[in-house]
């Protein structure tokens, strides 16, 4: 029993906080965890009809987010709207460690 306790100092304790980034690291899932965050606010973004026909994909060399969408005349609508989508999800995201410089439409769904 005490050999246990004496195992368990505060100073070979990782703290948690310092840990799942680690984790995350490792198993290289941080940019997939940020997808799935941006997929979930993506519809309140757009709207819910938008949201159905298109979301947030991956990103690419340049740190811009891609945006798969399931037709040109969509492509085409974003595109038109790209500001304001842009300023949205910047809003959306300026409390989290999601950052991106532009965002662009693919024909991918």
């Known amino acids: 029993m005490n050999k246990r306790r004496t195992l368990r100092t505060k100073s070979n ?10 984790v995350k690291e490792s198993l290289g ?8 965050a941006l997929c979930e606010i993506w519809p309140l973004v757009t ?4 949201g159905k026909s298109s979301q947030p994909a991956y990103f690419d060399r340049d740190n811009n987010l891609v945006i798969a969408v399931k037709n040109s ?3 085409t609508e974003l595109s038109m709207q790209k500001t ?3 300023a ?3 809003e959306a995201t300026k409390n989290t460690d999601i950052t991106f410089k532009d965002i662009r439409f ?4």
């Open 13 to 22: 304790l990782t703290k948690l906080g310092e840990l799942i980034p680690k």
């Open 29 to 36: 899932l941080g940019n997939s965890l940020k997808i799935t």
């Open 47 to 50: 709207s819910f009809a938008i």
């Open 73 to 75: 005349t969509l492509a």
């Open 84 to 86: 304001r989508i842009l």
């Open 88 to 90: 949205k999800l910047k």
């Open 106 to 109: 693919t024909l991918r769904f």
